[in-house]
């Protein structure tokens, strides 16, 4: 069975900067797309990263990119979100997930079939 965890949520504060992990086990990733997601209170699961492992193609909204880094460690079978220069609107809930195929953003939760528990991140003003 496949499951992803993920880890590195903390409290930080404004331009600060945080790394998340989404460490998956099993195997058969190579098709895959992985996700981050964040959702705050109140607010829709928007998914604002992604990257493929097929081909290492990255997907950012506008909302992090040049902020935000999405990567991959094949041989850990890990995934890793560089949050740099963080504010108040980014503090949430944030989720790895995987799906087959292509990598998708935005509110697209219900295309990503394997997710992680969610890891809290607080970004204080």
């Known amino acids: 069975e496949v499951q992803l965890v993920e880890s590195g949520g903390e409290v930080v504060q404004t331009g600060g900067s945080l790394r998340l992990s989404c460490a998956a086990s099993?195997?058969?990733?190579?098709?895959?797309?992985i996700g981050w997601f964040r959702q705050a209170p109140g607010k829709e699961r928007q998914g604002i990263t992604c990257?493929?492992?097929?081909?290492?193609?990255?997907y950012y909204t506008d909302s992090v990119e040049g902020r935000f880094t999405i990567s991959s460690d094949d041989a850990k079978n890990t995934v890793y979100l560089q949050m740099n220069s963080l504010k108040p609107e980014d503090t949430a809930k944030y989720y790895c997930?995987?799906?087959?195929?292509?990598?998708?953003?935005?509110?697209?939760?219900?295309?990503?079939?394997?997710w992680g528990q969610g890891t809290q991140v607080t970004v204080s003003s």
């Open positions: 099993g195997s058969g990733f190579d098709d895959y797309a």
């Open positions: 990257i493929s492992l097929k081909n290492s193609n990255t």
């Open positions: 997930a995987a799906k087959q195929g292509r990598c998708l953003l935005g509110g697209v939760s219900r295309y990503f079939d394997i």
